[in-house]
């Protein structure tokens, strides 16, 4: 399902076609970093850096690992130092 207008999309790709490889990059590096930063701010501000690399995992990856592997990741990411 979509609410965009099949003429907005075709608008986009355009747009988006139009961009070169670097650029495209820069702009999804942008984003990755736009979500990463809204991510943490719900962490808190209290949280350890284990606290944050946790964080972070359980919202970007969690669904893509099993349960055990979850727990297993998780507990790596508290024995890390940054």
């Known amino acids: 399902m979509s609410d965009t207008s ?3 999309e075709k608008r986009f790709r ?3 076609a ?7 990059l820069r702009m ?3 984003m990755f970093s736009t979500a990463r930063a809204l991510v943490l701010s719900g962490a808190g501000a209290d949280e350890s850096d ?8 359980l ?3 969690a669904r893509d690992f099993s ?6 990741i998780l507990h790596e990411l508290t024995k890390r130092s940054r």
């Open 18 to 24: 139009s961009r070169t490889p670097e650029e495209r």
């Open 59 to 61: 919202r970007f990856y």
């Open 6 to 8: 099949p003429d907005v």
């Open 28 to 30: 999804a590096s942008r």
């Open 50 to 57: 284990a606290g944050r690399r946790q964080h972070l995992f």
């Open 67 to 72: 349960e055990s592997d979850c727990g297993r």
């Open 14 to 16: 355009t747009m988006m």
